[in-house]
């Protein structure tokens, strides 16, 4: 028999890099011997995470536009993109002559465009695996050779071929569930009062400056609410808040790995709008205030927020209303059970649990044609 190797590429930040991991995953469970190889981009957080789940990773010298048009570090950065892409294509072109991949699959990230484009060029079978509303130019280019593009919302067809459509929703980690069990396990792991409710504040993998400041301009009020916080800062934050907050009911960290116990504990979310946590908050079904942010491509994440919003199934804020809208919110989270449990009952209505299965399936028939 012969072995299938798969080639997949996505990274840059949590929401390409886990639906990766869980596509991964589900391809070893239903075949473990596939030959699985992930391509990411140099430095990136991808090259660390990758590993810890037993896979191999190769990094490009590949970095996306620095979007701080007036910053003279940003302008020198951006002046090495066209060289740093055309060195990623040709190690791209590398990796994938070498590694021989019978099927390659983007999910999103720096690396995924040169990676997709070699193997469009050695007449590789690709899959994309679009995550967002709106998807990016790119991911519209490549969609002209891939085979399938898998999608988490309706009516996509106004970016990509019709026929090549799999609405199939968004991977998440498959310890992404709403056991029973597990609000008492989560209460012990962050050393919470059952009594209390407790607030749960994510501003993505890489951690959000403008959320964390407006959660500590609100600390007091918070304090008043009596919510106990879980917060997740991001990692350059860190240092800068743990040694301002000094509230008993304030747990910091940098990065959560535990992050479904996070979910368990939680009564209510503050969070961004990228497409992997939208379908994590899915199918967890807790009431959530979106906060989108507004330094992303095509202002995706405000696009995806507003297709939640527009269900009555989350609460929106965009970052210029968090001054005067954040309080409110909260305030109105915290003191309303008909809201939480009306946001809750509608959000898991836009739960897709079978996301992963229903793209290694497509992925398997290709291989088998």
Request: hydrophobic content about 45%.
């Amino acid at each position: 028999m012969i072995k299938s190797r798969i080639l997949i590429s996505g990274g840059g930040t949590g929401g390409h890099i886990y639906p990766a991991i869980s596509i991964a995953e589900k391809l070893i469970e239903a075949n473990k011997d596939f030959e699985i190889l992930f391509v990411g981009a140099r430095n990136k957080m991808e090259m660390k995470i990758i590993p810890k789940f037993g896979y191999k990773i190769l990094g490009l010298w590949i970095s996306g536009l620095n979007r701080n048009f007036f910053n003279f570090k940003s302008i020198i950065k951006n002046i090495f993109l066209p060289i740093k892409l055309l060195v990623s294509i040709l190690q791209s072109i590398l990796i994938v002559h070498r590694f021989k991949p019978n099927i390659v699959i983007g999910t999103g990230g720096y690396a995924s465009a040169p990676v997709l484009f070699s193997a469009n060029i050695l007449q590789i079978k690709t899959v994309i695996q679009e995550q967002n509303s709106y998807p990016g130019i790119t991911n519209k280019i490549l969609s002209l050779k891939a085979l399938k593009i898998f999608v988490a919302y309706e009516n996509m067809h106004k970016f990509f071929p019709k026929q090549k459509l799999v609405f199939s929703g968004n991977p998440v980690r498959s310890n992404i569930n709403c056991k029973k069990d597990g609000f008492e396990k989560a209460l012990k792991y962050f050393d919470l009062n059952k009594n209390c409710k407790t607030l749960f504040i994510i501003g993505g993998s890489l951690g959000s400056k403008e959320i964390n400041n407006s959660i500590f301009s609100i600390l007091d009020y918070l304090d008043f609410l009596n919510l106990q916080v879980i917060w997740q800062c991001g990692k350059i934050y860190y240092d800068e808040y743990k040694s301002k907050v000094n509230s008993e009911n304030i747990r910091l960290f940098d990065f959560i790995h535990n992050i479904d116990l996070a979910y368990q504990a939680a009564d209510f979310i503050i969070s961004r709008s990228g497409a992997s946590v939208i379908s994590e908050l899915c199918i967890i079904g807790k009431p959530v205030i979106f906060i989108p942010s507004s330094n992303v491509a095509e202002n995706h994440q405000l696009r995806n927020a507003q297709a939640i919003a527009e269900k009555q199934a989350a609460i929106l804020i965009q970052e210029k209303d968090l001054n005067n809208s954040l309080k409110k919110q909260i305030n109105n989270l915290n003191s309303s059970s008909d809201l939480r449990n009306r946001l809750s009952k509608n959000i898991k209505k836009l739960a897709k649990v079978n996301a992963t299965t229903l793209i290694v399936d497509e992925i398997k028939k290709i291989l088998n044609q």
